[in-house]
């Protein structure tokens, strides 16, 4: 059990915070209130980009700093101050623009502030749907010459699309970081994030302590998937869901309840506070 010394709280999004309805449970907004008025500084850490994020920023009333990007992005997104930020290599960019084209795989990528699709698909109907973004069609032929790129994503539901995505991961697998991940409200759909190799919420999270002058001991992470590992690793006090992997689970101090079960608010309650 931590003592009093935790001055920022860090929490995922999607299957820590968001539930299988993709929304916020109110005993989890009320334990995060009463955290921040208790002098407890609070930031999210999620795979989603900032357009994403932002409907839970303001559903949680927070205004300060932020992970996004899976960790490529440390930034306010009211201010647009970056505290930390790892684009992908614009020559990567064109050949995975090329590697679509050979192989008919289907890749979306993400500036800070724009979302950008070949054409539309049942793909960027959820995003559009479910995470607040609106795609920007666009002719992929010189984006890696117009955009910073961020990251990429492959959405992918059946199992030829989910072979298709192994051999586009094990191709670039040298040159990229790859995390896939899932949210509640679209089981059997996985999103993988695509990003510069030196990409992840660990680094991330050093940067904003850093920045915010708070010490890794000093903070507390809550996450769900195996993209919270290094983290949860990172950060003084680490927190795994009740529907977290077994490999997430090994690197925590604590399990929570599960989502659906507002895990966050319980361990808020019952051991941060």
Known sequence: MPDNSIK?????????????????APADIDAITVASRKGIQIALSTGRVVQASLHVIEKLG??????????????????????FVEPIASELVEQMIAYNKAHNTVTDFYSVSDF??????????????FFHLKPIVT???SLHKRERIIKATLVVRTEEEKASAREFVKYFEDVLHFSWTTTPAYPGIDFINILNPKVSKG??????????????????????GSNDISLLQKAGYAVAMGNSPDDLVAVADYVTLDVEQCGVAHVINTVLL
Do not use: M, Q
């Open 8 to 24: 920022l709280l860090v929490i995922d999004i999607d299957g820590t915070l968001l539930n299988k309805k993709g929304e916020v």
């Open 62 to 83: 927070l205004d300060g700093y932020h992970v996004f990007f899976d960790g490529a992005l440390a930034s306010n997104p009211h201010t647009g101050h970056e505290v």
């Open 116 to 129: 950008f699709v070949e054409e539309e698909t049942w793909a960027s109907e959820i995003r559009r749907k």
């Open 139 to 141: 002719d992929y032929g």
């Open 203 to 224: 680094r991330a999270l050093e940067a904003l302590s850093n920045f915010l002058d708070i010490p890794l001991s000093s903070i507390a992470a809550i996450g769900n």
